[in-house]
């Protein structure tokens, strides 16, 4: 059996999927990326040692092969696509990270940004099969973003196409790690939402169970949140004109988030002809990623179906 291995390096874990040519997942792995070590050498030997372990295990089985190998991982990936070439700020020692020369491997190790990497795998089996034109939003910590155009992930001059949550939505408002005022992600990533709440919530999880008990404060956070997300994706609809737009992370399959948002979308999105563009929510979860890696893997072995 010829196995594609993808490895999305996430700054909490790292998910590994091992995936057939057919798209059938055969093996899902998650370990710890340990960010937190201290020396950047000792980092990268770390992830390097869990990886190759891994791969070994998935080349063990009677009649299993692992074909080819991809990595997504977040930031700018370099014009050869054998590395991170720009990822400031975190994940220490992955920047210029040649995987194919570190890990030995006789096929290319493509590597691609972790949000592309999400859409190419919804794209290829998951819930935007056979859509040319899509957008994908990651709602977490930030807000991350991809774009397929005609059939193809758009990554741009520099690589740093789809960053979808540095759109302003405020220029009076407060810069964000990119310099963009009043950003998407300041209005809806997770990261602000103690500065939007005045410190009361930390997390989405309780502001979320204070709105579904009917706490005026918390119903007004998060329906500000979800104002902003709609006022964002109608913006994105306006410049790509997508088919689809997918939503991906903790909180995208919510009725908090579900209900109040297609209300706003009722009243932000221009809608031609009564066509509204559906919204989605990412069928792949988690290693979505991962699974995008392996595919991106296979395209660079010329496998195609």
Known sequence: MKLYVGVDIGGTHTKIAAVEQNGGVVARIQVETKDSIANTEKKVNYWL???????????????????????????????????????????????????????????????????????????????????????????????GGAL???????????????????????????????????????????????????????????????YKDGDPHATEIWLRSVKALATGIASIINIIDPEVVLLGG???????????????????????YGNAVPIRVAQLGAYGGAIGAARKAMLACNIKN
């Open 250 to 272: 903790g909180i995208s399959a919510s009725d908090e988030l579900v209900q109040p948002l297609t209300d706003f979308m009722r009243y932000v999105e221009w809608r031609p």
């Open 49 to 143: 040692d869990s990886l190759r372990s891994n791969l070994e295990e998935l080349d063990t089985p009677k009649n299993q092969n692992v074909e080819a190998v991809g990595v997504a991982a977040p930031g700018l990936v370099a014009a050869d696509e054998r590395s991170i070439a720009h990822m400031p700020g975190r994940l220490a020692g992955l920047e210029q990270l040649d995987w194919q020369e570190e890990l030995n491997r006789n096929a290319p190790v493509p590597v691609i940004n972790d949000a592309q990497a999400a859409l190419l795998a919804e794209a290829w089996i998951g819930v935007a099969k056979n859509i040319s034109n899509a957008v994908l939003l990651t709602l977490g910590t930030g807000v």
């Open 148 to 210: 397929m155009l005609h059939d193809e992930v758009f990554s741009g001059a520099l690589g740093r196409a789809g960053h979808l949550g540095h759109i302003s939505l405020d220029i009076d408002g407060s810069p964000d790690i990119c310099g963009m005022p009043g950003s998407l992600e300041s209005l809806v990533g997770q990261e602000t939402l103690s500065a939007r709440s005045r410190g009361r919530y930390i997390s989405y999880d309780q502001l979320m169970q204070d």
